[in-house]
């Protein structure tokens, strides 16, 4: 049922513990996604599946046996780095057949092999190609064409988009998902992009200090995190600090650091009167309608517009100076709002969550 398992990893250099007891599962044929900032462990976590590190406790299964043992050249893995390690000296075929050279298998063998892996990349007949002729979108592919040729069980990919450009990196998020489906491999992917996250992958972990906060499809990770590193994390979000007047049901009135009381939803159910709590509400939630009278409402005097076509944003100031992203999705001169208007800022309740503030105490703003 599954191509990859993890339990209970830890690495440790010296007192660091770059990895701290993550335990995960990948089902097979899918893609998982390890999501976090740089430091967090994301790739020490990856090497240790590779064979490159060894853990100082736990264990790795491929195909449900044990790989602790087995050394990275006999691992049914593969890697793909951000800088790709394609031999600049070989042509595309000899950089695709290399590993099966490295295998004994016979030259006909080969031969049928790079051909059948070039056209399942969607790159037919460039065999001959130096590496230097490709494109940076067709060095990718052939970097993945060289690994999948190998037939492994579960291909590593450490954040292969970072080097580049934007325009080719939104384009290859699309295609990396569309090899996924077409080989049916299983594909662990790293990154500090959420975007590249959300996009491609069927679950993503969330990981933070070297533990995993949360592992869940995109959708669940957006809509309902479990801890307010994810509601900050995966997504744009307004987030504030302030403390929990009074708890009913799922619901907590706060008085905001800066002024202001709202409602929130409780996410964390520790979260309760007297503490600190840190609350996140997303731009396209907000609206400046004033007619909308249920809900949260805050105001202030538009500071600014940032245009970003669908994306576009607008930046509110409210009277304590915190600045508030608003989405707005048309900017094409048929918007009323200008800098230095004043607007109501309206939200629903279920649209604000709530976590408890870490190392939080009794101290008063």
Request: proline share 4%; aromatic share 6%; glycine share 10%.
């Amino acid at each position: 049922m599954y191509d990859l398992e993890c339990e209970n990893l830890t690495k440790l250099f010296g007192r660091h513990r770059a990895v701290n007891d993550v335990s995960f599962e990948v089902p097979r044929g899918s893609f998982f996604s390890i999501l976090g900032p740089s430091g967090c462990g994301k790739t020490t976590l990856m090497r240790m599946i590779a064979g490159f590190e060894t853990p100082a406790n736990g264990d790795i299964y491929i195909k449900g046996k044990s790989v602790l043992a087995t050394p990275p050249n006999k691992r049914s893995v593969k890697m793909v780095f951000q800088h790709l390690a394609l031999f600049p000296m070989m042509n595309v075929g000899e950089n695709i057949a290399y590993g099966l050279h490295c295998q004994g298998e016979s030259k006909a063998e080969i031969g049928r092999k790079v051909t059948a892996v070039l056209d399942r990349v969607g790159l037919p007949g460039v065999a001959e190609k130096q590496i230097a002729q490709l494109s940076g979108g067709q060095k990718q592919r052939i970097a993945i064409a060289r690994c999948m040729v190998l037939e492994p069980d579960v291909l590593l990919l450490d954040e292969p988009l970072g080097a580049l450009d934007l325009k080719l990196r939104e384009r290859m998020k699309i295609e990396l998902k569309l090899l996924q489906s077409q080989f049916n491999t299983t594909f662990l992917y790293i990154t500090h992009d959420q975007s590249e996250a959300l996009i491609m992958s069927d679950n993503v972990a969330v990981m933070n200090a070297g533990r995993f906060e949360q592992i869940g499809s995109p959708e669940q990770l957006y809509n309902n995190p479990k801890t307010g590193f994810v509601a900050g994390f995966v997504g744009d979000s307004n987030r504030w600090l302030g403390r929990v007047v009074d708890v009913a049901g799922k619901a907590a009135r706060i008085d905001l650091e800066h002024g202001g009381q709202i409602v929130a939803t409780l996410n964390d159910d520790a979260v309760a009167a007297g503490m600190q709590v840190e609350v996140f509400v997303r731009p396209e939630t907000i609206s400046l309608r004033s007619d909308n009278h249920e809900g949260n409402r805050l105001s202030g005097v538009v500071d600014s517009l940032l245009f970003n076509g669908a994306n576009s944003r607008v930046l509110v100031r409210t009277g304590h100076g915190d600045l508030v992203e608003v989405s707005l999705a048309v900017m094409d001169g048929s918007s009323p709002i200008r800098p230095g208007d004043a607007v109501d800022m309206v939200w629903q309740r279920e649209h604000c969550l709530c976590f408890a503030l870490a190392g939080w105490n009794d101290a008063s703003f």
